[in-house]
């Protein structure tokens, strides 16, 4: 690129768009963040770290958002990492069946979230849904349940959809991580006596690290995206109880008309991201090394 600068133009497009459409809106954000604009009037006030100070100290709902998302987020990455990866492990072989089902288990990452949210809300329906039908079918009525009109319950149902619907994305992962390990690995720990949790933890654990870095930091990524899921199946009810702080961002900015607030909640918002993402890759990147 140093003897040819005409080649600088191949990177000039995804430039500009990542200045238009990223970098611009970022700054602007942060400027409205200063500000209490209502999303209407051409004009607004500056007001500093009000809207901060306001943020930090005087919003419980942001609070228990930020404790929501830390909740599903848990959840989430420790349930659908596991399960993808032992699935993973299962459906290794290319056979016939294997592939069959590793389509199979993909499947719902190619239905749109909104879709799987009625899916959910209709299967999780405490009146006429599926899992209370069946319960009650099976003898077990005692365990049927409001999944979703329960505070304690809501987020908990809601993760379990989330994992549902993305596991089978994290298994294609991981089988590609775990089909690029070589065979004589395994070959020589076998020939010197160790058992399969061994080889587990001495093989395939350190060379498949670096795709289980991807599915963490993408399902951490994920679980505070995961809008249009919660907003069609519960809406951030019953009593904030699975609002998060993308839902929250929007009921603060589109239905109580504080634009400059909740620019300085997507400030937080992202910040948040950031430091949980760039704390996993250390993380990670530790285990690797060990």
């Keep these: 690129m140093k003897q040819s600068k005409s080649l600088y133009l191949f990177v000039l497009p995804g430039l500009l768009m990542y200045l238009l ?106 009146n006429v849904g599926a899992l209370n039908v069946i319960l009650g079918k099976v003898g077990m009525e005692n365990l049927a349940m409001n999944w979703l009109g329960n505070p304690s319950l809501a987020m908990y149902s809601i993760a379990f959809v989330q994992i549902w619907a993305h596991t089978g994305q994290m298994l294609v992962i991981f089988v590609a991580g775990l089909q690029s390990i070589p065979g004589e690995l395994y070959e020589a720990v076998y020939l010197d006596g160790a058992t399969r949790w061994q080889a587990f933890k001495n093989v395939t654990w350190p060379m498949v690290a670096p795709a289980a870095t991807i599915v963490v930091a993408y399902t951490t990524i994920q679980s505070f995206k995961a809008f249009d899921l919660i907003f069609a199946m519960t809406g951030g009810g019953p009593m904030n109880s699975t609002e998060i702080l993308s839902t929250y961002i929007y009921h603060t900015a589109f239905q109580n008309s504080e634009f400059g607030y909740a620019a300085t909640q997507s400030m937080a918002f992202m910040a948040i991201i950031a430091l949980i993402t760039f704390i996993q890759f250390k993380l990670l990147k530790g285990n690797r090394a060990a």
């Design 21 to 126: 459409f990223f970098v611009y809106p970022t700054i602007n954000g942060l400027v409205l963040s200063f500000t209490n604009w209502e999303g209407i009037s051409p004009d607004w006030k500056w007001v500093g770290l009000d809207n901060y100070k306001k943020m930090i100290t005087n919003d419980v709902i942001f609070h228990t958002a930020i404790l929501n998302n830390l909740k599903f987020m848990f959840c989430v990455v420790l349930f659908q990492t596991a399960f993808s990866l032992i699935l993973a492990l299962l459906l290794l072989k290319n056979s016939k069946a294997n592939i069959f089902l590793r389509a199979l288990y993909f499947f719902p990452t190619i239905i749109s979230s909104i879709s799987v949210a009625f899916i959910w809300s209709f299967v999780l329906n405490p």
